[in-house]
């Protein structure tokens, strides 16, 4: 089993007593104000995802995926419980974080393919491969932040589609990571999702487009209510979400 | 993470952060060697008729490297604080060490440092400094005043994101260190008392002593005074480290 959540709960300190001034400190202690509580997220959560999965994970804003996902990352350390995983992690939670976007293209791939675990080597014989797959072939040295927003996109995803063929992770944790790109572009990353992800390799995936999900995912995670509501095929989750009260 | 892969990751953030400043700027570098050119050209024009100041052989490259080292120590701790803060999305987003974050910023400005070494070596040479086999011993300086920085950078950044005033608490500190620590004078004309006694526990101290000694006036090198020197900057980089580890678990819920 490559992932497994044991008993995991995670609260956050509400917003407002984070790294708050000194003197509203003491200003609360004066005024026997009491402090305020903690914002539970996620409630004694039990998963277990086995190698090789593809695993949608859905619910509506708020309801917790992407610290489902920073947890399993190890950004997050739970609360209570354990997180297990068995192997190497990449994530893309956010696009281009980073990246230096003032740095030419060919810099950025060397920088975010560090991040997503390629060495020296493996990236300098990638980047041709990296720049054809986003279209980006002639504009090795253009400066990142000169790209479009879908462009910039693209760069980042094509990297750690890279990194996922080359079998450099086993774990890829992917947060609505094809916002503002366009069809074609969509319609390669779905392949790519759909064929070179191994045996070994999992791909967690957080986002709204069930249509997405539904191709690229078998299986699905709704998270709701602080706990992982369900756990099935990616078709019978996204019938009951589509007809749930709250969420359809 | 490997300690392979780490390093390579250190290179390629600390060189794309480099790059990044130095884009920003017309003239790139060569700030770094002005800056402190400049600042020793006024330290000197005021203090260089103060009695006990005059009396110090080659004042003015004495100033400057007073100067560099002590620059290297409060940019490379409040930019590094400053920075940790900055890299929220980081923290967030990405599996990247935390420690790396720290070690990226004291890389830039150890880079910045040793920039201005050569400066200060190529100044020597036309001014006629000491240089002779005392130089050898300059290594362990520059290696002792990263190892200060670095335990103070991550004193700060384990702190910088619970309590939000630190920036303001650690820049009035630093103005203060200016005149506890011996950029512009000698500790012996301190005299003694409570003042001589904080210049001498100042870790800053004992490093500039040493990198005069070796940079400036050669001649031969106290074991036991560049073994304190050292002591006091591995005593912070613990202490730092220690106290990063029992935070950083928690930075990201904070941040």
Known sequence: MAIRLNSVSKAFMVSDRRRRPLYRELMSL????????????????????????????????????????????????????????????????????????????????????????????????????????????????????????????????????????????????????????????????????????????IVLHASHDHELMRRTCPSAIWVEDCRIRSFGPTEDILERYRHDPHDG | MSWRHFAYVLFQTTRASFLAEEKNSSLGLIWHLLNPILMTAVLFMVFRNVDRLREIEHYELFILIGLVHYNFFINSTTRCAQNFLRSRSLILNTTVPLQLLVLRQTCIEG????????????????????????????????????????????????????????????SLFCRMLFFVTPVFFDPQIVGDGLARTVVELNPLTGLITLARDTLLYGGEIDPLETGLALMGSMLVLAFGWILFRTTSPRIPDYI
């Not at chain 1, 956010?94 to 020296?120: H, I, K, M, Q, T």
């Not at chain 1, 319609?187 to 191994?198: Q, T």
């Open chain 1, 30 to 201: 004066r005024n026997h104000q009491r402090p305020e509580g903690r914002k539970v997220v996620l409630n004694d959560l039990q998963l277990e995802i086995p190698d090789g999965s593809r695993v949608a994970v859905i619910g509506r804003n708020g309801a917790g995926k992407s610290t489902l996902l920073r947890l399993i990352a190890g950004i997050y350390r739970p609360n209570s419980g354990s997180v297990d995983v068995d192997g190497r992690l990449c994530c893309f939670l956010e696009p281009g974080a980073g990246a230096a976007s003032a740095l030419p293209v060919r810099d950025n791939v060397f920088l975010y393919a560090s991040l997503a675990g390629l060495g020296w080597r493996e990236t300098r014989d990638s980047l041709e491969r990296i720049l054809k797959f986003c279209g980006l072939e002639n504009q090795e040295f253009t400066w990142v932040e000169h790209l479009s927003f879908g462009m910039q996109q693209r760069l980042f995803m094509s990297i750690l589609i890279e990194t996922m063929r080359l079998q450099r992770a086993e774990v890829f944790l992917f947060d609505e990571f094809l916002m503002g790109v366009d069809q074609a572009f969509r319609g390669k990353v779905e392949d790519a999702l759909i064929h070179y992800p191994g045996t070994n390799q």
């Open chain 2, 111 to 170: 880079l910045t440092l040793f920039i201005e070494i050569l400066l200060v070596l190529v100044l020597g040479v036309f001014m006629g400094a000491n240089l002779g086999g005392a130089l050898l011993v300059y290594p362990l300086v520059f290696a002792g005043i990263l190892a200060l920085s670095l335990g103070a950078s991550l004193l700060l950044c384990a702190l910088v994101v619970f309590l939000s005033d630190l920036n303001y608490i650690w």
